[in-house]
């Protein structure tokens, strides 16, 4: 079992940033991936961004893409998201979550991975 807790949300105005951590804890050595997915409020969960900590490669959705930057310190089995320039639709719930089964590639839709945390709110104001 694997555990996530996330952290550092809050509130920020347009252009500003935030980081956002996410805690791994339990089982850590069986994670292959790890990501990024927020949910608006009324809109279905979108995957914004992932780590395979195999080939250490990122990728990230287009909406969010040179903006976020997701990193890892494995000392701590925590997953960084930095977001910069953010906007008004970027407010959501952001949820981190962490993949250890062996048939899932880390590229695969990331609201369907095995752990997810509880969440944390960013709320960014025009």
């Known amino acids: 079992q694997v555990q996530l807790e996330e952290s550092g949300g809050g509130s920020v105005q347009a252009g500003g940033s935030l980081r956002l951590a996410c805690a791994a804890s339990?089982?850590?050595?069986?994670?292959?991936?790890l990501g990024w997915l927020r949910q608006a409020p009324g809109k279905e969960h979108e995957g914004i961004g992932r780590?395979?900590?195999?080939?250490?490669?990122?990728n990230y959705a287009d909406a969010v893409k040179g903006r976020f930057t997701i990193s890892q310190n494995d000392a701590t089995n925590t997953v960084y998201l930095q977001m910069n320039s953010l906007k008004p639709e970027d407010t959501a719930a952001y949820y981190c979550?962490?993949?250890?089964?062996?048939?899932?590639?880390?590229?695969?839709?990331?609201?369907?991975?095995?752990?997810r945390g509880q969440g944390t709110h960013v709320t960014v104001s025009s």
């Open positions: 979550a962490a993949e250890t089964r062996p048939y899932i590639s880390c590229t695969s839709d990331l609201s369907a991975w095995e752990y």
């Open positions: 339990g089982a850590t050595d069986n994670i292959r991936c």
């Open positions: 780590i395979s900590l195999r080939e250490g490669s990122t």
